[in-house]
T-cell receptor, first 113, second 113 residues
Framework: AQSVTQLGSHVSVSEGALVLLRCNYS??????LFWYVQYPNQGLQLLLK??????LVKGINGFEAEFKKSETSFHLTKPSAHMSDAAEYFC???????????FGTGTRLTIIP | DTGVSQDPRHKITKRGQNVTFRCDPI?????LYWYRQTLGQGPEFLTY????????KSRLLSDRFSAERPKGSFSTLEIQRTEQGDSAMYLC???????????FGPGTRLLVL
């Protein structure tokens, strides 16, 4: 079985400040890890994913995440927040042989002008 | 626009009525997934298809739920005798193959009165 925990259901940062959204996973086999973003009344859009290889993954809109096996983490960061980053962010995992995505409960990111 | 489309986007129904949702995946995507998202939660897996074959169903999918994907193209999700607990966003996703990125549609928001 696999699970995803997102610490902090709400995160507020000032415009221009660092964004850090936390994600920890539990998986008995090597995971595939994802970050999705959801804007109000819309579906989910993939920000980035880790499958194998380089542990630092760069995604769209300036986001990146680092897979740390020792910490079972896949935190999402962005150096400088923009007002358009305000949305809900979901971390998810799957793995070889179990392709369905298991999602965390989400983190709502608010940007303070 | 060649993304995943879902119809309708919103559905309000009375308890006990049947509802049917449609999902059109990205052309040539073999895998099609259904997820359900309730307020304040991440999406939860319901079922998925490889072409027209339904490969897995979550225990969340009670006997009142049925999904089909005739001819391996669009899919329908039917809920019979709706209950207030069925109120949620129903998300559809498709991927080219098993381990490829899942692309999500905008969802169908169901409200059962």
């Amino acid at each position: 079985a696999q699970s995803v925990t997102q610490l902090g259901s709400h995160v507020s940062v000032s415009e221009g400040a660092l964004v850090l959204l936390r994600c920890n996973y539990s998986s008995s086999v090597p995971p595939y890890l994802f970050w999705y973003v959801q804007y109000p009344n819309q579906g989910l859009q993939l920000l980035l994913k880790y499958t194998t290889g380089a542990t630092l993954v760069k995604g769209i809109n300036g986001f990146e995440a680092e897979f740390k096996k020792s910490e079972t983490s896949f935190h999402l960061t962005k150096p400088s927040a923009h007002m358009s980053d305000a949305a809900e962010y979901f971390c998810a995992c799957s793995n070889v042989g179990n392709e369905k995505l298991t999602f965390g409960t989400g983190t709502r990111l608010t940007i303070i002008p | 626009d060649t993304g995943v489309s879902q119809d309708p986007r919103h559905k309000i129904t009375k308890r006990g009525q049947n509802v049917t949702f449609r999902c059109d995946p990205i052309s040539e995507h073999n895998r099609l997934y259904w997820y359900r998202q309730t307020l304040g939660q991440g999406p939860e897996f319901l079922t998925y298809f490889q072409n027209e074959a339904q490969l897995e169903k979550s225990r969340l999918l009670s006997d009142r739920f049925s999904a089909e994907r005739p001819k391996g193209s669009f899919s329908t999700l039917e809920i019979q005798r709706t209950e207030q607990g069925d109120s949620a966003m129903y998300l559809c996703a498709s991927s080219l193959t098993a381990q490829e990125t899942q692309y999500f549609g905008p969802g169908t928001r169901l409200l059962v009165l």
